[in-house]
């Protein structure tokens, strides 16, 4: 039997590969340096057991644990001590935001919350991308290391973006290819082209 797929099919495949790739529960929140900020978290309950906000990159620490109905500073990052806190710390209806203090362009990067729920058993993760911008009138923006924040958060996203479009391009191409060509392999003329 052969499989023929035209280029609505590849559309299809292409546009559910992508969809798989972005819809990653990320949420993405701007500041201006000095602010605070809010990194929202919801768990589908009030039944929270364990709450752990990280950041990729830092080592083994976490920026806020809560467990067992209390606040475990111990095992935090010291560049979040006395900076971090959450929302509601009673966490009605589910609500694990985080307050992030006085925020800097060091404080950029993803954020992790992983919300324990008792009820279920299960983890819940969510994903927030933290983009610290200079505010509006400073001159030129610059970090420290003489870049530019928009710069650079821009280059970022101008590079993955396109890096997760060609990855889809080129498997969707080679898939297109592999089924094209066991079309051709398996081709079998019809047998009135047969000399007897």
């Known amino acids: ?7 609505s099919h590849l559309w299809i495949l292409f546009s559910v590969f992508l ?3 972005t819809s990653a529960d990320t949420t993405i929140v701007t500041a201006e340096a000095a602010q605070n900020v809010t990194l929202p978290c919801r768990a589908p309950n009030n039944n929270i057991r ?6 990729d ?7 806020f644990v809560y467990r067992n109905n209390l606040v475990d500073p111990d095992n935090q990052h010291q560049s979040f001590k006395d900076r971090v806190d959450l929302q509601d710390r009673q966490m009605k209806d589910g609500d694990a935001s985080l307050i992030l203090k006085n925020v800097t362009i060091h404080d950029n990067g993803t954020y992790k919350c992983r919300v324990f729920m008792e009820e279920t058993r299960l983890w819940k993760v969510s994903s927030i991308y933290l983009s610290v911008v200079d505010p509006p009138g400073q001159p030129g923006g610059h970090t420290e290391d003489g870049g530019e924040t928009s710069k650079f958060v821009g280059l970022k996203v101008g590079l993955v973006v396109p890096a997760v479009l060609l990855v889809a391009a080129v498997a969707v191409f080679l898939i297109y ?6 079309n051709q392999d398996s081709y079998q003329p019809p047998v009135e082209m047969y000399h007897v």
């Not at 039997?1 to 280029?7: E, G, H, R, Y």
């Not at 990159?57 to 920026?63: F, R, T, W, Y």
């Not at 290819?177 to 066991?182: C, D, F, G, V």
Request: hydrophobic share 50%; net charge positive.
């Open 177 to 182: 290819r592999k089924l094209n060509k066991q």
């Open 57 to 63: 990159g830092l080592k083994a620490e976490d920026i």
């Open 1 to 7: 039997m052969a499989v023929l797929i035209t280029a």
């Open 50 to 55: 364990v709450l752990q906000w990280s950041r």
């Open 19 to 21: 969809l798989k790739c």
